[in-house]
């Protein structure tokens, strides 16, 4: 700062200060009167006495309101013709003394185990879901269930259905399980957590058969994304109606929908169609893609810098949430399942669609 006092008069002040790396406005002399602190600085002129702060939590802590919250209270106060402070104030003074936490008895956190599935050969894993289609009437919507195989993504079974619930669930699962044999502790069904899904019936409908059930985290779609896939795709194929215009014409069109998909060649698979892959047609497909390539190189072998072309092949092991290589059975399964009391109605349902 003496540097700057004793600058020349010819060198502007803003330049000096640029030179010295100060700011300029914090050059200049400060002459501020400084007050003397107030003992009363920080205390509010219309706050509430020590006298007033009591007989709130004395009124809120009477046995008539010991149970009813604060705007109840307030409420109930004021309609009887007495006041004492504003909601607002009646919620400081809880807060102040540390009384606003929930009195009610809350459900503790939940911990819900990562679902992790391996699946090295068809009929290994399904997974499934329900997904709305809509219909021409306004606010009326269908019930796609959709059971698919996890290692080719082959659908193994279908129903539409008005209702959603577990009676629909189990009468597609019975379907499912009949047609292909499933063994006991064969297959793990993997779902999320709707209504129908944990229902007591439905659990014990698998639990029965000796199905081993594995389950999403709440909010977490990833953990169910080949079900959300296929039913995006079912969505937005190109002839997707949007609107139904009655469960039959839904049953009709899904139906084709579904033997078309299967043959369909999907880019998870390599370019396999679901149908090769779960009927184990993998090696005669890929012959005649390997000699299909193998003549194509011998006519252009210029095109191929790297060298023979190889038909590629789907994968050996399809996972959800897992490492195929250092996940253990034990590790599959979620942890033990929450106590629900879900009790569905039973309903009639229709026939289940299979390939």
């Not at 911990?111 to 219909?135: C, F, N, Y």
């Not at 009326?140 to 993504?153: A, G, K, Q």
């Not at 006519?299 to 996972?319: D, E, F, I, L, M």
Request: charged share 20%; aromatic share 8%; proline share 9%.
């Amino acid at each position: 700062m003496r540097c700057l006092e004793q600058r020349s008069p010819e060198v502007p002040r803003s330049r000096a200060c640029h030179a010295l790396g100060l700011s300029r406005t914090g050059t200049y002399p400060r002459n501020r009167r400084v007050s003397p602190p107030s003992p009363n600085k920080g205390v509010q002129p219309n706050a509430l006495s020590e006298a007033e702060k009591q007989a709130i939590r004395d009124q809120l802590h009477s046995p008539d309101y010991e149970d009813l919250g604060p705007r109840v209270v307030h409420a109930k106060e004021l309609n009887a013709g007495r006041l004492l402070a504003s909601l607002s104030t009646y919620y400081r003074v809880l807060r102040a003394a540390g009384e606003t936490a929930e009195r009610r008895n809350q459900r503790p956190p939940q911990r819900h185990a990562v679902p992790r599935l391996v699946a090295e050969r068809p009929l290994a894993v399904a997974t499934w879901d329900i997904t709305k289609l809509p219909t021409t009437q306004p606010r009326r919507y269908l019930n796609l269930y959709l059971v698919i195989d996890l290692f080719s993504r082959f659908p193994l079974g279908w129903l539409i259905s008005r209702k959603e619930n577990a009676a629909v669930a189990r009468h597609l699962f019975h379907g499912v399980l009949q047609r292909y044999g499933i063994e006991p502790g064969q297959l793990i069904v993997h779902q999320d957590r709707g209504a129908p899904m944990i229902a007591h019936s439905y659990r014990e409908f698998l639990d029965a058969f000796g199905v081993q059930r594995s389950y999403s985290r709440p909010r977490v779609s990833n953990d169910n994304a080949f079900s959300e896939a296929i039913n995006k795709t079912l969505k937005y194929s190109p002839g997707y109606p949007g609107r139904f215009a009655d469960i039959g014409h839904a049953r009709q069109w899904t139906g084709a929908f579904m033997q078309e998909y299967q043959h369909r060649p999907h880019e998870g698979l390599a370019g396999f169609t679901p149908y090769d892959v779960f009927h184990g047609h993998v090696e005669s497909t890929a012959s005649r893609r390997q000699a299909a390539l193998d003549a194509h190189y011998a006519a252009h072998p210029n095109r191929y810098p790297n060298g023979p072309p190889t038909a590629k092949r789907p994968q050996s092991v399809v996972t959800i949430n897992a490492d195929a290589h250092q996940t253990t059975a034990e590790e599959l399964l979620n942890g033990p399942d929450e106590q629900l009391t879900t009790q569905p109605p039973t309903v009639e349902v229709p026939s289940v669609g299979l390939p």
